[in-house]
C-alpha cells in the first residue's frame, strides 16, 4: 500500500505526543508541541496555493476582525516568511477532509485533502489564538498537526416552531457549528406549534399556520396561558441567505418537513387535510400534545398532492441531497376513528394503521428519490416497513438504529438520553428546562457506534446529531445557554478518535476554552467555572 504523507509524517513523529497548553477542542488526533512561537502582525499575508480556499482565508481574516480588529491581505504569490499558506493535496491521504497544520517562527502551513479539510484547519488555528482581544501583535505557538474527522456526518439541529429565531441567530448558530468542525444543520422549520418556510403555493401556511394565539406558561402541563399571539416565518429569500452563509462554512443545511403527524400548523390553515376535515384545528398553544389532539394529516390523494408541492419548493431551494420528513410520534388513533383511513387499509391491503404511514413513507421518498433527493426520517419510519432508501436518525434510544444498520441502511445517532441538549444540565438548574437530566459527562462519554453491531454494519452509523428542541428556549441567550459546553462535549464525540478522547482531559481544556466564550459572548452557565 502506497504510504501516505499523513502515515510519514506520523512515523516522524514520537509515539507519546505531547499536546501540553494545546486547547484545541475537538481533540485533534495527533498534536506536538512546537518550541517556536509563529508571531501575526499587520504585515502577515494568507497565502492562497489554490483560489478555491478564498472562503476559507475569508473565515479567519472575519474572526480576526470582530475579535482583534485587524485584517490580513490575501494573496496568491509565493512567500516563505510571515505568511500563512493555505493548500490542497487531494491525493494525499486515506482520510476525508483531514488537514496538517504546522506552525513555526517562519510561517504557518495549512494543507488539506479537500477545500472542508483545509476549513477545519483553519478552526483550529482560530482556537490557537489568544483567547482575549488585548494581545497584538498575535502569537501562535509552534504545533505540528495531523487530525481529521472520526465521522463524515457530524450534526446539530434547531428547532424553530416552538419559538422562533431570526436569521441573524441562525447565522451565529452556524458560526458555532463551524467552529466545533461540525458539517450538518438540521433545521426543524415545521411542526404542531408553527410552520416557519415561506410556500408560495400554499400561502395560508404562513398566514395561519405560522402563528397560535397563545402559549402555555411554565413547564407543561403549565399553569395557564399567555394568550399572546406568537409566531413568525422565514421567507424564501432569508432561507437562500442561510444556505449561502452555511455553505461559506462547509456546512449542508437539512430542512425537516414534518409527516403525517405534528402537523397542527398545517391543518389549521387546511383543514381539509386531516381526518376531520370540518374541524377547526388550530396552531398548537401547549406541548406534548402526543395523541392528546387530532394532528395528523389524512394519506388522501389531496394531502399527497400538496405534500409533494411544499415539498417541490422546498427542493428547489434547499442544495441539500436529504431532505427529512419527520415521521415520528404518528398518534395513528385518529387513523383508527377515521373511516377513510381504513378504508384506504383495506383497499391498499395494508396490515394496519403502521402499515398505513409506511405507505405513505414509501410514497414519498419515492417523489423526493425522482427529485434527486434522499430522505432521512426519525426511527419510527421503521415501523410498517423501512423505505428502500431511507435513512434513519434514532431518537428512541438506539434500536431503531441498530434495526436500521442491520438492514444496510444510514443511520445517524440522536439518543434522548445523550443527544438532547434541551434535557437540564444540572439536578438544580437554575432555568426552567424540560424535565430530564443530560450532565456534560454523559454527553462526552456518549458512543455513537453500538457494541452489538458488527464490523460490517458498523458502518452505517453515519455519523450522530445533538438535538435543541425549543419548548422552553425563548431566546437566543437561553439557546446559548443550553448548548453550551455540551456542543465542545459533541464535537469531540462526533470528530475525535475514540481511542484519543479523555474526559479529564477535556475538562482541562474546556476550562481555558470559557474564555473563549466570554470572547465571544456566548451565554453558557457560570456553574461550569466550578470544574477542578
Avoid at 239 to 251: M, S
Avoid at 351 to 363: A, M, T, V
Amino acid at each position: 500500500m502506497k504510504k501516505t504523507i499523513f502515515l510519514l509524517l506520523f512515523l516522524m513523529v514520537s509515539i507519546r505526543i505531547s499536546a501540553q497548553d494545546i486547547h484545541i477542542i475537538p481533540q485533534p488526533a495527533y498534536v506536538e508541541k512546537k518550541s517556536k512561537s509563529f508571531v501575526i502582525n499587520k504585515d502577515t499575508k494568507i497565502v492562497l496555493k489554490d483560489s478555491t480556499l478564498l472562503k476559507s482565508a475569508n473565515n479567519l481574516n472575519e474572526y480576526l476582525s470582530k475579535y482583534f480588529q485587524i485584517k490580513l491581505s490575501i494573496t496568491n504569490k509565493e512567500i516563505s516568511k510571515n505568511c500563512i499558506n493555505l493548500a490542497l493535496n487531494t491525493r494525499s491521504s486515506e482520510f476525508d477532509d483531514a488537514y496538517l497544520l504546522a506552525s513555526s517562527e517562519d510561517n504557518i502551513s495549512i494543507v488539506g485533502t479537500s477545500g472542508p479539510g483545509v476549513f477545519y484547519g483553519i478552526q483550529s488555528l482560530i482556537q490557537l489564538l489568544p483567547n482575549n482581544n488585548t494581545n497584538f501583535p498575535i502569537q501562535i505557538p509552534g504545533v505540528s498537526i495531523i487530525d481529521h474527522p472520526r465521522f463524515a456526518y457530524r450534526g446539530m439541529h434547531l428547532d424553530v416552531s416552538r419559538h422562533f429565531f431570526d436569521i441573524t441567530f441562525i447565522k451565529k448558530y452556524i458560526d458555532y457549528l463551524a467552529l466545533h468542525k461540525l458539517n450538518y444543520f438540521h433545521w426543524h422549520l415545521t411542526d404542531d406549534h408553527g410552520w416557519r418556510i415561506e410556500i408560495k403555493k400554499h400561502p395560508k401556511l404562513t398566514s395561519i399556520g405560522a402563528w397560535r394565539n397563545g402559549t402555555i406558561i411554565g413547564l407543561y402541563p403549565g399553569t395557564g396561558n399567555d394568550g399572546l399571539r406568537y409566531g413568525g416565518y422565514y421567507t424564501q429569500d432569508d432561507v437562500k441567505e442561510v444556505i449561502r452563509y452555511a455553505a461559506q462554512h462547509y456546512i449542508t443545511v437539512i430542512p425537516e418537513i414534518e409527516m403525517p403527524g405534528h402537523s397542527m400548523s398545517v391543518l389549521a390553515a387546511y383543514p381539509e387535510l386531516g381526518t376531520t376535515p370540518g374541524k377547526n384545528y388550530q396552531v398548537a398553544q401547549t406541548w406534548g400534545i402526543f395523541n392528546k389532539f387530532n394532528n395528523v394529516l389524512q394519506p388522501t390523494e389531496k394531502t399527497f398532492k400538496f405534500l409533494e408541492e411544499v415539498l417541490t419548493e422546498v427542493m428547489d431551494l434547499f442544495p441539500s441531497p436529504y431532505i427529512h420528513i419527520g415521521g415520528d410520534e404518528c398518534s395513528k388513533i385518529w387513523w383508527k376513528q377515521s373511516a377513510v383511513s381504513q378504508q384506504l387499509i383495506k383497499q391498499k391491503a395494508l396490515k394496519d394503521e403502521s402499515g398505513l404511514q409506511s405507505y405513505l413513507i414509501h410514497r414519498i421518498e419515492q417523489f423526493v428519490n425522482l427529485k434527486g433527493k434522499t430522505i432521512i426520517g426519525w426511527d419510527e419510519i421503521l415501523d410498517g416497513g423501512l423505505a428502500p432508501n431511507a435513512i434513519v436518525m434514532s431518537w428512541r434510544g438506539e434500536k431503531g438504529g441498530i434495526a436500521a444498520a442491520k438492514q444496510k441502511h444510514k443511520v445517524i445517532m440522536t439518543p434522548e438520553n445523550f443527544m438532547y441538549f434541551n434535557h437540564s444540565q444540572f439536578l438544580k438548574d437554575d432555568s426552567l428546562t424540560a424535565a430530564r437530566y443530560l450532565p456534560l459527562k454523559n454527553v462526552y462519554d456518549y458512543e455513537p457506534v453500538p457494541a452489538i453491531l458488527t464490523v460490517q454494519e458498523s458502518t452505517y452509523i453515519w455519523g450522530a446529531q445533538g438535538n435543541l428542541w425549543s419548548e422552553y428556549i425563548t431566546n437566543p441567550a437561553k439557546a446559548e445557554y443550553m448548548l453550551f459546553p455540551r456542543l465542545s462535549a459533541l464535537s469531540e464525540v462526533l470528530w475525535t478518535p475514540k481511542n484519543k478522547k479523555d474526559y479529564l482531559d477535556f475538562q482541562k481544556r474546556l476550562k481555558v476554552k470559557f474564555q473563549w466564550y466570554d470572547l465571544m459572548r456566548i451565554n453558557y452557565s457560570k456553574k461550569y467555572l466550578q470544574i477542578n
